[in-house]
């Protein structure tokens, strides 16, 4: 079978990270976690004093971005990649509501993009990788080989969000994580440099339905589809 590039898109809370990562892991690719190289750019800034308040210095921000690299290594211990920047693991510290809070505007920056671009296609130069995000089939990877746009119900995706928040001990309602999820989704849509939107040669996974083992098995057999 020959390797392959995998791109994984969709809207937030909709499952693509669990998709890429247990395909991966079948298949014996690297799996590459996109939104976390913006939300590792985002530490970067909060350390290094880039927002005041809620506003980005874009212009410092620029002078620095050649600076930043980031990479992932697997971690033995927890069986999963984590991300570093700089050589430093952040995989925590990127996960934290700082970051959330912040991210957004972050990667709506062109050169932020750019140069994320940039880095995610040299880790996809030898192929057999699997990276989800928002921009992959239409961006970063435009000739991958097998595109997966995922979707599910909005009330779906905030039920699950919600899960996530409640076993972390977050008090949240409903309506506030429906909300947040759809405020994400326009601003992620509507921004100029890399939107999220639908590769026209990608397949739709809606999987509102489904189980987890009822959609890697249909990732699975698209995988083979396409490696061949
Ligand atoms: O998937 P996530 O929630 O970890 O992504 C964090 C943020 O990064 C989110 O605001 C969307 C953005 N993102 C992006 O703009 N492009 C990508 N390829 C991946 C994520």
């Known amino acids: 079978m020959k390797k392959i590039?995998?791109?994984?898109?969709?809207?937030?809370?909709?499952?693509?990270?669990?998709?890429?990562?247990?395909?991966?892991?079948k298949i014996k690719y690297s799996y590459i976690d996109s939104g976390a190289m913006y939300r590792a750019v985002t530490l970067f800034c909060l350390e290094n004093g880039l927002f005041i308040g809620d506003t980005l210095d874009e212009k410092e921000l620029q002078n620095l971005i050649s600076?930043?690299?980031?990479?992932?290594?697997f971690n033995e211990t927890t069986g999963k990649s984590d991300t570093y920047l700089n050589g430093r693991n952040v995989e925590r510290e990127i996960r934290g509501m700082g970051v959330a809070a912040k991210v957004s505007p972050v990667a709506a920056v062109g050169f932020v993009r750019e140069e994320?671009?940039?880095?995610?296609?040299?880790?996809?130069?030898?192929?057999?990788?699997?990276?989800?995000?928002?921009?992959?089939?239409?961006?970063?990877?435009?000739e991958a080989e097998l595109k997966i746009f995922v979707t599910a119900r909005p009330e779906i995706r905030a039920q699950r969000r919600m899960a996530e928040l409640l076993a972390k001990?977050?008090?949240?309602?409903?309506?506030?994580?429906?909300?947040?999820?759809?405020?994400r989704d326009r601003i992620d849509s509507?921004?100029?440099?890399?939107?999220?939107?639908?590769?026209?040669?990608?397949?739709?996974?809606d999987n509102s339905d489904m189980t987890v083992d009822e959609q890697n098995a249909l990732v699975f057999r698209w995988f083979e589809e396409a490696a061949g």
């Open 116 to 142: 994320m671009v940039r880095q995610q296609q040299a880790m996809g130069q030898e192929k057999g990788i699997v990276m989800d995000g928002r921009d992959i089939g239409t961006v970063v990877f435009p």
């Open 5 to 25: 590039i995998i791109a994984i898109d969709g809207y937030s809370s909709c499952g693509k990270s669990t998709i890429a990562k247990d395909l991966a892991k």
């Open 169 to 183: 001990g977050d008090k949240v309602e409903f309506d506030e994580v429906l909300e947040n999820l759809s405020t």
């Open 67 to 73: 600076e930043i690299k980031i990479t992932f290594h």
């Open 190 to 205: 509507t921004r100029k440099d890399g939107p999220l939107r639908q590769a026209c040669d990608a397949r739709v996974l």
